[in-house]
């Protein structure tokens, strides 16, 4: 029997809800809409009296004063009158259903049995006159993601039923394929394995005289995949380079990444750096106890297809990472980067199996937001980028910190370990993801791939964290690791890549059955983790985890013969050498090549009103106030914050980074930032590189940290890098993160790379443009010194640090007037990093009241921001900005984005002591706070060039993003 | 003189407690984290300990409605329990998450564990984080004094964080005057002045702008803000600008409480 329960707010109650889907469909230019309703639909399946059932409705499911409920026979069936459409939105089968579990445990707490499954839909009524096109429209653009949900028809049994799994072991015949077979299994199979690759796994199951399983052959995808393996950042590159002038390079590259990224740590060997590239987090020291370790990962191609789900699994994914370093980190704090397309382009334009980019951006935040709230992580830094290129691949960038005891920090698995698995259950959810993002996306993506993309359960992952943390603090396992992209494969196999292992796949528990020995193995479902586990420990172990009703299961050991073995009901489905596995990748070289294009320099005279270009640049999506995002992820949670992502005289101004202390009772502290700026890289991404790095640094010196123990983390989201000209703007990049990372001293820690990130349309594939994202962690000994950007006080002297040049390719500012230019933004690392260390010490020495760095949209943007925030106006010089430029021009001043430059406040008291402290930095002393709420600003001749009022400023700055 | 002893009760979804427990330890607490399957296995009772704290979180992710899962499952299966410890007046605070426990489980405004009161979505329809100025007790609008323990000598106006998604207070008419009547408004959302206003002051619409309110004999206060977020300076989020360094304005909310078992039990 299936049990439809309906639950609505009641009529005459308001129901926000209610009223955001009224603005979303008025938003989509749909106004004939009169009325919506929605309910939520609970279908329970199971056998109950009535009474009970009764029960159930009032003492669980509906609010007494806000809510009332409904039990109906047949609800798939109403029938729809003139003018009101009825649908129900239902989860497809096998898609997670985060519900199912609490609705489980609440109606058994009630004391009834009976209840056997429970799947939950939504309920929509719409009202008014609308044309089918209309409703198609409503329901496409808004209430229906065909990747994860449907229309439930007549029939409500299917959302449970999943067929019984009968064992049959299939072979794939490899040893009889030529090159076009090969390729065809690749492709058939979701393996997205290429020719050399195909060609190799033949070759060594010609060796050992058979023909592999489906099951091999899908263990060797996903180990081989990009995702696990990055074999074109690992891989052999031949690198060609020509410059404008005709200069060119040819160099050979035989590991990118080791001989850019790594190589910087390697060399500058700092002694606090505690464990680099090896676990799945990069470590640092943070005090005597403990270690500090940060992760970012990206969920891209997840996030275009299902922004809920992908955002949500890409946040619940990275803190898996630091969970999985050494035996375990607490995660303490989360970070996020997005780059969307515009929120107001036009329906008409997207391409076909595109979702909007506001409803990407919805999404995604609503997906970040609840999974990060609800493990209780606080969200504390990040930033958004939108630009039309990424319309059909947005960028999810996800991160977590975790705090981990110095003694936990390593990890060893011991052969005769036993292999536990931990946390959620097993599900047909995430099949092919790792394999899937080496994809390009296509029209078709969102059907085929559909299983690739898996929503989160975050308290499964709550109760899992809040247990293991337990389990590691008495010692009880050798090794951890999670499971991600490739599941149990890439988790056992990279665990038991030196000693072997064997696992009996029938012990895995599953949501439901039906799931084919492949498809346990390969699954990603989420809130999973992987202990090695000592005999003697396993009993005190589970029963740790069973105490708070989190599942755990041996499902087999560790071995010592160097083979990966498979059984399913003791049946050998996978017999592997490790060494083929994780070292039998074929030596591919990849051609790279980077030509310099050279860019139109706009010409134009100095517009006449730069006010309203002031208030124009605030107002673009890049610059303006991220607050309605911010607001949503809690931000304080743990209680550690110190310096939050809003501050200011009214709580809202853009802080430059994120200052939390881990440790409540202690002063030491961390400060987190980031640095993104895809616009330079279209001109050249070696200077990206730099930008991204001395933007990320700069925020760090900007609220009181200094470069002494500063690490930062790569993450490269390119294009297909099979293409020369994608790998060639890639191995530039990373030159230039070699060379400022090292001239200013800081070591990557970590990194990570997606690869593929194009959108295929007929014949033409678009590619976003290179992106790279740099974060920075560093420590800072004693918080109470740290400052923000907001204005203090009257009569305070301003100055600017830095010099500024002519550099305005790629800025804000031509981007407004329509051009991208060629003057893209240098770094001079040494010069850079002897200003950023001199005004450290300032601060440090409470010399600096407030500091704001100079990014997109320049010296004009810093000032309107430190003024509105500080709620005080400012009385500014332009003639007195350090400048090389030759024809002076006061747009050029004012918003050029040269990089190293900082605007301070500080107390006419202090003048000289400050002055003193930054001799040797070019240094201008540009104006005073003044008392009014003006911002007014005299140009190189001396006549006025700027006069707002500071609530004109952050209007222009706040209105683009209320949504 | 013996420390008062504090359970911090948690269970799946649970995520403040550490930081409540930390609060309740700086004011010279014992505390003890406890998942509320120990109690129900009787590997431990709620009666071994003086305070109870509910903190903030997602208990069951909040899944059907906020704290209702965890509401039930006091009301249902530590029932008898909980009676006990009210009994012998013993001091009860629920934030946030907490106090959407008690409330649905019909421990606050009243006993009886008859839900009166509820808790829900805010009018933005969405979770915000965000600081709050509160009105407290003795300085309430409200006809009659109010008699909570946990908040005696606070000053006019406290500042405190609120971070939720189901926030707004509702009630029937009578019962808000009922409310008002026995003196359990205990805090309102105003603006910096101390007046009423709208959003985001009152940052989710609640009726009459309660933040929270404690039951009739003033031992059990629930409250949506979070006074474990702001018992230090650094944790303001001007403290830069303002610089009254010091101690935080939910510290003394702990410190009540804590001094009332010293006095009392």
């Given at each position: 029997m299936i049990y439809s329960i309906e639950v609505k707010i009641k009529e005459d109650f308001f129901d926000s809800h209610r009223e955001g889907l009224k603005r979303d469909i008025l938003d989509l230019g749909i106004s004939s809409v009169q009325a919506v309703e929605v309910a939520q639909i609970y279908f329970l399946k199971g056998e109950v009296s009535e009474k009970d059932l009764k029960k159930i409705c009032i003492n669980l499911l509906t609010d007494p004063l806000t809510q009332e409920f409904k039990i109906s026979a047949s609800l798939s069936q109403q029938a729809c009158s003139a003018g009101e459409f009825i649908f129900v939105v239902a989860y497809n089968p096998?898609?997670?259903?985060?519900?199912e579990e609490s609705t489980l445990k609440g109606i058994r707490d009630l004391g009834i049995e009976g209840i056997e499954a429970i799947r939950t839909a939504k309920k929509y009524v719409l009202k008014g006159i609308l044309t089918q096109k209309e409703l198609n429209f409503i329901l496409d653009k808004l209430l229906v993601n065909k990747t994860v949900q449907h229309i439930l028809a007549k029939d409500t049994d299917f959302i449970f039923g999943n067929p019984e799994y009968k064992f049959k072991l299939i072979t794939v015949d490899i040893l009889s394929a030529d090159k076009k077979k090969l390729r065809e299994i690749s492709l058939q199979g979701q393996l997205f394995l290429n020719d050399a690759e195909m060609f190799q796994i033949k070759k060594y199951f010609e060796k050992i005289r058979r023909n592999p399983t489906d099951c091999e052959l899908e263990t060797i995808a996903q180990t081989w995949s990009e995702h696990c393996k990055h074999k074109t950042l690992r891989g052999r590159i031949e690198y060609r380079e020509v410059t404008s002038n005709q200069r060119r390079l040819v160099k050979k590259i035989n590991n990118l990444l080791k001989e850019t990224i790594m190589k910087v740590t390697e060399e500058l060997h700092k002694p606090w750096c505690v464990s680099v590239f090896k676990d799945n987090s990069g470590v640092i020291r943070f005090d005597e106890d403990y270690n500090i370790c940060f992760k970012v990962e990206t969920h891209n191609h997840p996030s275009a297809l299902e922004p809920y789900g992908g955002a949500n699994t890409g946040i619940g994914g990275v803190i898996r990472d630091p969970l999985g370093t050494g035996l375990g980190a607490k995660p303490i704090a989360n970070t996020d980067v997005f780059c969307f397309g515009?929120?107001?382009?036009?329906?008409?334009?997207?391409?076909?199996?595109t979702l909007h980019p506001k409803r990407i951006m919805k999404g995604v935040v609503a997906g970040v937001r609840d999974y990060g709230n609800k493990m209780g992580i606080p969200t504390v830094n990040g930033a958004v980028i939108f630009d039309e290129?990424?319309?059909g691949n947005p960028l999810v960038y996800c991160g977590t910190i975790g705090l981990i005891p110095k003694d936990k920090s390593f990890k060893k698995v011991v052969p005769g370990d036993l292999i536990v698995l931990v946390g959620g259950r097993t599900g047909r959810d995430g099949i092919h993801g790792a394999t899937f993002s080496s994809a390009e996306l296509t029209v078709e993506s969102e059907k085929i791939s559909a299983s690739a993309v898996q929503m989160g359960n975050p308290i499964t992952e709550k109760k899992m964290v809040d247990t293991l943390l337990k389990a590691r603090d008495l010692g009880l396992y050798h090794a951890i690791t999670d499971c991600g992209g490739g599941g149990l494969s890439s988790a056992v196999g990279e665990m038991g890549e030196n000693c072997g292992a064997r696992v009996d796949l029938d012990k895995v528990p599953l949501k439901y059955k039906g799931l084919s020995y492949t498809e346990i193995w390969i699954s990603e479902a989420q809130e999973r983790m992987i202990l090695a586990v000592p005999e003697k420990n396993l009993d005190r172990l589970l029963e740790i985890f069973e105490q708070e009703n989190v599942e755990a299961s041996v499902i087999g050991e560790f071995t010592n013969d160097k083979h990966l073995r498979l059984f399913y009901t003791g049946n050998l489905v996978c017999d592997l050498e490790m060494e083929f596995l994780h070292h039998g990748l074929p030596d591919i070289v990849r051609k790279a090549v980077w030509e310099k294009k050279k860019f139109p320099e706009p010409r134009f005279p100095c517009p006449e009103d730069l006010n309203n270009i002031l208030l124009k640049i605030l107002s673009s999506y890049n610059v303006c106030s991220k607050e309605w995002i911010i607001r949503q992820y809690d931000h304080e949670v743990q209680g550690g914050s110190v310096i939050k992502p809003l501050v200011g005289i009214n709580n809202d101004g853009p802080s430059d980074a994120a200052v939390i202390r881990p440790r409540l009772d202690s002063p030491k502290g961390i400060v987190i930032s980031c640095g993104i700026n895809p616009k330079y890289g279209e001109i050249d991404p070696y200077w990206m590189a730099g930008s991204c790095i001395d933007e990320a640094l700069r925020q760090i010196i900007a609220v009181g940290g200094s470069l002494k123990e500063v690490a930062i983390l790569d993450n490269f989201c390119w294009g297909n890098t099979n293409k020369p000209d994608r790998l060639g703007s890639l191995v530039r990049c990373a030159f230039g993160c070699y060379t400022m990372a090292k001239d200013y001293g800081v070591p990557f820690i970590s990194g990570k790379d997606s690869l593929n990130n194009e959108y295929k349309i007929g014949k033409k594939s678009i590619s976003i443009p290179g992106t790279l994202l740099i974060s920075a962690i560093g420590i800072i000994e004693d918080v109470s010194h740290c400052i923000t950007l907001d204005l203090k006080n009257p009569k305070n002297l301003i100055y600017i640090v830095g010099e500024t040049f002519p550099e305005l390719g790629g800025s804000e500012y031509y981007h407004l007037l329509g051009y991208l230019g060629n003057s893209v933004p240098q770094v001079n690392p040494k010069k850079g990093r002897r200003l950023m260390e001199a005004l450290s010490r300032a601060i440090n020495k409470g010399l600096v009241l407030s500091c704001h760095d100079c990014s997109e949209g320049g010296i004009g943007v810093t000032l309107a921001e430190m003024a509105f925030s500080g709620g005080w106006g400012m009385e500014i010089f332009l003639g007195e900005v350090p400048y090389k430029i030759k024809n002076l021009r006061n747009d050029f001043i004012l918003f050029s984005e040269s990089n190293t430059r900082f605007i301070v406040e500080v107390e006419r008291k202090k003048k000289k002591e400050f002055e003193k402290e930054l001799r040797g930095i070019p240094l201008g002393l540009l104006g005073c706070v003044s008392e009014d709420r003006f911002l007014k600003i005299y140009g190189v001749d001396g006549k006025m060039i700027i006069c707002l009022d500071i609530d004109t400023l952050k209007e222009a700055w706040q209105s683009p993003l209320k949504l | 003189m013996r420390k008062p002893k504090v359970i911090v009760l948690r269970t799946a979804g649970t995520n403040c407690d550490g930081e409540t427990a930390f609060a309740f330890e700086r004011v010279g607490a014992r505390t003890e984290l406890v998942h509320i399957n120990q109690i129900i296995r009787k590997e431990k009772s709620l009666l071994e300990y003086d305070i109870l704290a509910i903190p903030g979180g997602f208990t069951y992710g909040d899944d059907i409605s906020a704290g209702k899962i965890l509401a039930n499952e006091l009301k249902y299966i530590l029932r008898e329990e909980l009676e006990s410890f009210l009994r012998e007046k013993r001091p009860i605070i629920g934030i946030c998450n907490g106090f959407q426990v008690l409330v649905k489980a019909g421990i606050l405004p009243g006993n009886g564990f008859k839900q009166k009161v509820t808790l829900t979505y805010n009018d933005s329809g969405k979770f915000e984080d965000r600081w709050v100025y509160l009105r407290t007790p003795e300085h309430q609008s409200t006809s009659a004094p109010v008699k909570c323990i946990w908040t005696k000598n606070l000053p006019e106006i406290i500042e405190l964080p609120v971070a939720h998604g189901e926030g707004k207070f509702v009630a029937d008419k009578e019962v808000i005057e009922e409310l008002k009547k026995n003196g359990q408004i205990v805090f309102q959302y105003v603006d910096r002045e101390g007046n009423l206003a709208g959003y985001p002051y009152n940052p989710n619409g609640s009726l009459e702008s309660i933040a929270g309110i404690c039951d009739e004999t003033g031992l059990i206060l629930g409250l949506m803000p979070h006074p474990e977020r702001h018992i230090d300076y650094l944790q303001h989020p001007r403290w830069v600008r303002e610089r009254h360094f010091g101690k935080g304005d939910g510290l003394k909310i702990f410190r009540n409480g804590v001094e009332y078992v010293k006095k009392n039990l």
């Open positions: 096998g898609v997670m259903d985060p519900w515009p929120p107001d382009y036009p329906y008409g334009k997207l391409p076909p199996g290129c990424y319309i | -």
